[in-house]
């Protein structure tokens, strides 16, 4: 049985991790991990990777859950569903007017 490629961003980096994600994309890797780093919020990156790069799994691992009480990282999960899947929908459902 053999497992996915899957595409790791760098602990420390600046504004490409959004093309990172776009080349991951492009080479046809499914998923991209996105851990706690020092320059953006996991939970905020992935909304945009996510938004910006439709067709590219966006996972939070790891996620400090030390740092985030359940409540903060339920929004941030939920967040990050409603503002991706509102751009770029399901085939069987409509599109959001304006995006």
């Known amino acids: 049985m053999s497992q996915p490629i899957e595409a790791v961003l760098p602990f420390r980096l600046d504004d490409e991790?959004?093309?990172?994600?776009?080349?991951?994309?492009s080479a046809g890797?499914?998923?991209?991990w996105i851990g706690e780093m020092g320059i953006f919020d996991a939970i905020a990156?992935?909304?945009a990777i996510g938004h910006g790069t439709?067709?590219?799994?966006?996972?939070?691992?790891?996620?400090?859950i030390g740092v985030r009480s359940p409540?903060?990282?339920a929004l941030?999960?939920?967040s990050v569903a409603t503002l991706t899947a509102s751009c770029h929908p399901p085939?069987?459902?409509r599109a959001v007017e304006g995006c």
């Open 45 to 47: 990156l992935a909304s």
């Open 91 to 93: 085939p069987t459902t």
């Open 29 to 32: 890797l499914g998923t991209l």
């Open 76 to 78: 941030g999960a939920s």
């Open 71 to 73: 409540v903060s990282i």
């Open 54 to 64: 439709p067709g590219l799994r966006a996972e939070d691992r790891p996620l400090a």
């Open 17 to 25: 991790a959004l093309d990172i994600a776009f080349e991951a994309r």
